[in-house]
C-alpha cells in the first residue's frame, strides 16, 4: 500500500464553476484518457462508473464508486482494475476566482508491482488534472 498526499493544486476557476463542471455532462468526454465511461445512480450523492482507462499504453477496465460532497469533496473507491481496493478523496478549497485541489489516498495493488505503484498512481492523478484543467477554464468562460 502507498498513501499518496498531493497538496497545492489549483483549477483557474472559482469553485461553484467546478463544482458545476464535475456534474456536467462536459465532465466526461473531456477526459481522453478514458473511453465507454458508463454511471449507475446509486443515490442523490453516490454513482458506480464503469469506464476503460489507458493505463501505460493498455485500455484496462475500471470500476469506481465516486460519492460527492459538494462543494467540499469528493470520494473515490476503486472496486475493480489495477487498483481495485484503492480510496482516495479530493478536497476542493475556495480561492477566489481560483479553486484549491488536494488528493489523499491509500492505494493498493495486485498487479502493480510495489515500486512501480506510486509512480503509477501520480502519473494517473497528473493525467486526470491535465485533463481536467483545461475543460473547467473552457467550461467557465462558456
Keep these: 500500500m502507498v498513501h499518496i498526499k498531493d497538496e497545492g493544486s489549483h483549477f483557474d476557476a472559482p469553485i461553484e464553476t467546478v463544482w458545476k463542471y464535475l456534474q456536467a455532462d462536459d465532465h466526461g ?3 481522453r484518457s478514458t473511453r ?18 489507458n493505463m501505460n499504453g493498455q485500455w484496462v477496465k475500471t470500476v469506481n464508486r465516486i460519492t460527492m460532497f459538494p462543494p467540499v469533496a469528493l470520494s473515490i473507491e476503486i472496486l475493480e482494475g489495477p487498483l481495485a481496493g484503492s480510496k482516495m478523496i479530493n478536497v476542493y478549497t475556495p480561492k477566489g476566482n481560483k479553486t484549491g485541489i488536494d488528493v489523499y489516498g491509500d492505494f493498493v495493488s495486485k498487479q502493480i508491482p510495489a515500486a512501480q505503484l506510486e509512480p503509477a498512481v501520480r502519473g494517473n492523478l497528473e493525467t486526470v488534472f491535465n485533463e481536467d484543467a483545461p475543460a473547467i477554464k473552457a467550461f467557465g468562460s462558456k
Design 29 to 31: 468526454p473531456a477526459h
Design 36 to 53: 465507454n465511461q458508463q454511471m449507475k445512480p446509486l443515490t442523490e450523492t453516490s454513482f458506480i462508473l464503469s469506464q476503460e482507462q
